[in-house]
């Protein structure tokens, strides 16, 4: 009996050392997935498709390191916690942004724009953000009428001043540090003559100060120097795109009102500059010229880049969605997409396709949705200037008061806005986009291919869109794409 119970207890442990042996070694495989796998990362579908000019074949990562093929190193990277801690601030500064303020923005731009652009065949591009906020500022500094017809204009409803005030704090504050993959920079200053300064009141001041975090600067407005440090300032905050927004100051100019707006971003996903190609474009009179047109070598991994097609006015519109960075900021365009050689005359002008936005008041139902797909995007290169007087467009949407002696009678009895400048750059290639505006407000006192797809062959509408808020950046057509290295 104690022969057959040893018996039992020696199989028992020969059992239990042959499991322990060989279950060691699965235990292990099991509990390290990875182990065998370390060096095979390039097999990985976010290792299949990118398109960057440099050739690497690795990142699909919406996060903007273009040609990044260490994938690890690549979500160790926008996993860090101070990049996710400032992802965080900036995206509740954007939460924080009202539906009103946002709504309030893209109809001013909208607006506006449609009076520049419509009937003009010239490439323009306007900032609804720089514009909005020099507006706001200058909106400080009105009262009773003047105040109310600001309002009524600019879009602000019910809302008054303080909350106003407060919403354009929060989305200056959404700006900053956004995304690591780009650089958004807003930048606010008063200038005003130092003999006048002390006649300006502290509120006035104060708010812009707090709100808008301008800076204060006092100068001597006879000195021609002073032209120089206002031009010089706009250079810094524009990073050189734009070196100058005044030629001189006039006798009765006392204070100037300036934003300016500083964006380059890359796109999550580099155009290919290898498949970069000459190719007709064909311009509002019908006549042809050549254009330099980016495209991807492959389709099939486009992540972020969405492609929608749509109805107006009976014809078909294409457009196109390209993300930058993390995907919280995006370039849209939207062309007529009739076949290369259909007449001139009977095919949707861009002019058309911008009064239909226009009509809408927001972009609503034109915002491109469809899943990633083989269809082509040839977006031409483009590179251009513009500058514009906003002062008789303001006056034709219902701004009267403001350019009358006292406008601006809450900042100052007797002050009033006799000039508004708006200036923008634009540079957009196979890398990303780089794009800046400045507003200066001068106060006085006393092809053959069909759907699906995005060719932009004919005149286009563009947007740079902060995905998170929908506020809008830039907004521009362009009617001739040319572009100087």
Same mark, same amino acid.
């Given at each position: 009996?104690?022969?057959?119970?040893?018996?039992?207890?020696?199989?028992?442990?020969?059992?239990?050392?042959?499991?322990?042996?060989?279950?060691?070694?699965?235990?292990?495989?099991?509990?390290?997935?990875?182990?065998?796998?370390?060096?095979?990362?390039?097999?990985?579908?976010?290792?299949?498709?990118?398109?960057?000019?440099?050739?690497?074949?690795?990142?699909?990562?919406?996060?903007?390191?273009?040609?990044?093929?260490?994938?690890?190193?690549?979500?160790?990277?926008?996993?860090?916690?101070? *990049?996710?801690?400032?992802?965080?601030?900036?995206?509740?500064?954007?939460?924080?942004?009202?539906?009103?303020?946002?709504?309030? #923005?893209?109809? %001013?731009?909208?607006?506006?724009?449609?009076?520049?652009?419509?009937?003009?065949?010239?490439?323009?591009?306007?900032?609804?953000?720089?514009?909005?906020?020099?507006?706001?500022?200058?909106?400080?500094?009105?009262?009773?009428?003047?105040?109310?017809?600001?309002?009524?204009?600019?879009?602000?409803?019910?809302?008054?001043?303080?909350?106003?005030?407060?919403?354009?704090?929060?989305?200056?504050?959404?700006?900053?540090?956004?995304?690591?993959?780009? /650089?958004?920079?807003?930048?606010?200053?008063?200038?005003?003559?130092?003999?006048?300064?002390?006649?300006?009141?502290?509120?006035?001041?104060?708010?812009?100060?707090?709100?808008?975090?301008?800076?204060?600067?006092?100068?001597?407005?006879?000195?021609?120097?002073? *032209?120089?440090?206002?031009?010089?300032?706009?250079?810094?905050?524009?990073?050189?795109?734009?070196?100058?927004?005044?030629?001189?100051? $006039?006798?009765?100019?006392?204070?100037?009102?300036?934003?300016?707006?500083?964006?380059?971003?890359?796109?999550?996903?580099?155009?290919?500059?290898?498949?970069?190609?000459?190719?007709?474009?064909?311009?509002?009179?019908?006549?042809?010229?050549?254009?330099?047109?980016?495209?991807?070598?492959?389709?099939?991994?486009?992540?972020?880049?969405?492609?929608?097609?749509? /109805?107006?006015?009976?014809?078909?519109?294409?457009?196109?969605?390209?993300?930058?960075?993390?995907?919280?900021?995006?370039?849209?365009?939207?062309?007529? #997409?009739?076949?290369?050689?259909?007449?001139?005359?009977?095919?949707?002008?861009?002019?058309?396709?911008?009064?239909?936005?226009?009509?809408?008041?927001?972009?609503?139902?034109?915002?491109?949705?469809?899943?990633?797909?083989?269809?082509?995007?040839? %977006?031409?290169?483009?590179?251009?200037?513009?500058?514009?007087?906003?002062?008789?467009?303001?006056?034709?949407?219902?701004?009267?008061?403001?350019?009358?002696?006292? $406008?601006?009678?809450?900042?100052?009895?007797?002050?009033?806005?006799?000039?508004?400048?708006?200036?923008?750059?634009?540079?957009?290639?196979?890398?990303?986009?780089?794009?800046?505006?400045?507003?200066?407000?001068?106060?006085?006192?006393?092809?053959?291919?069909?759907?699906?797809?995005?060719?932009?062959?004919?005149?286009?509408?563009?947007?740079?869109?902060?995905?998170? #808020?929908?506020?809008?950046?830039?907004?521009?057509? *362009?009617?001739?794409?040319?572009?100087?290295?």
């Amino acid at each position: 009996m104690k022969r057959d119970i040893f018996k039992l207890l020696a199989a028992a442990l020969v059992l239990f050392l042959m499991a322990a042996c060989g279950g060691g070694d699965k235990n292990d495989e099991d509990a390290q997935p990875d182990g065998d796998t370390t060096d095979s990362g390039t097999v990985e579908p976010t290792d299949t498709g990118d398109t960057a000019p440099d050739g690497d074949t690795g990142d699909t990562d919406p996060d903007g390191d273009i040609g990044d093929t260490e994938t690890d190193d690549d979500n160790g990277d926008t996993e860090d916690p101070a *990049v996710m801690q400032a992802y965080s601030v900036a995206d509740a500064h954007a939460e924080a942004v009202s539906a009103e303020i946002v709504e309030a #923005n893209t109809r %001013l731009g909208l607006n506006i724009f449609e009076k520049l652009a419509v009937g003009k065949h010239e490439n323009i591009m306007i900032s609804p953000l720089s514009i909005s906020i020099a507006m706001a500022m200058a909106a400080n500094g009105t009262e009773n009428e003047s105040l109310a017809e600001m309002k009524e204009v600019l879009g602000y409803g019910e809302m008054d001043l303080p909350t106003v005030n407060e919403q354009f704090r929060e989305l200056i504050a959404s700006l900053v540090s956004a995304d690591k993959d780009l /650089v958004l920079e807003v930048a606010n200053s008063i200038w005003v003559d130092e003999i006048f300064s002390e006649e300006i009141r502290d509120e006035f001041i104060t708010v812009l100060e707090e709100s808008y975090d301008a800076e204060l600067f006092k100068a001597d407005f006879g000195d021609d120097e002073t *032209v120089e440090l206002i031009n010089s300032w706009v250079a810094e905050k524009t990073h050189d795109k734009i070196d100058k927004i005044i030629d001189s100051i $006039g006798p009765q100019t006392v204070m100037h009102l300036i934003n300016a707006v500083y964006f380059k971003a890359a796109w999550s996903i580099a155009f290919d500059k290898e498949a970069t190609f000459t190719a007709k474009f064909i311009l509002a009179d019908g006549t042809l010229t050549d254009a330099e047109y980016m495209g991807f070598k492959e389709y099939s991994s486009l992540n972020g880049v969405k492609y929608g097609d749509y /109805v107006i006015s009976d014809q078909d519109v294409a457009g196109v969605r390209i993300p930058y960075g993390r995907d919280a900021f995006a370039f849209y365009a939207y062309v007529a #997409n009739p076949s290369f050689e259909a007449a001139i005359d009977g095919v949707l002008t861009v002019d058309e396709i911008i009064s239909n936005f226009v009509k809408k008041g927001n972009f609503t139902g034109y915002m491109p949705s469809a899943a990633p797909n083989y269809y082509k995007i040839h %977006l031409p290169k483009f590179k251009f200037e513009y500058k514009e007087s906003l002062v008789e467009i303001f006056k034709s949407l219902g701004v009267e008061k403001l350019f009358e002696d006292g $406008g601006m009678s809450a900042a100052h009895s007797a002050l009033y806005v006799s000039g508004i400048t708006h200036k923008t750059y634009i540079d957009v290639n196979e890398e990303g986009t780089e794009a800046s505006a400045v507003t200066d407000i001068e106060a006085d006192v006393g092809g053959p291919e069909n759907f699906p797809g995005f060719y932009g062959r004919r005149p286009f509408f563009f947007f740079i869109r902060d995905e998170r #808020n929908g506020t809008i950046l830039f907004m521009g057509k *362009v009617e001739k794409p040319e572009y100087e290295e």
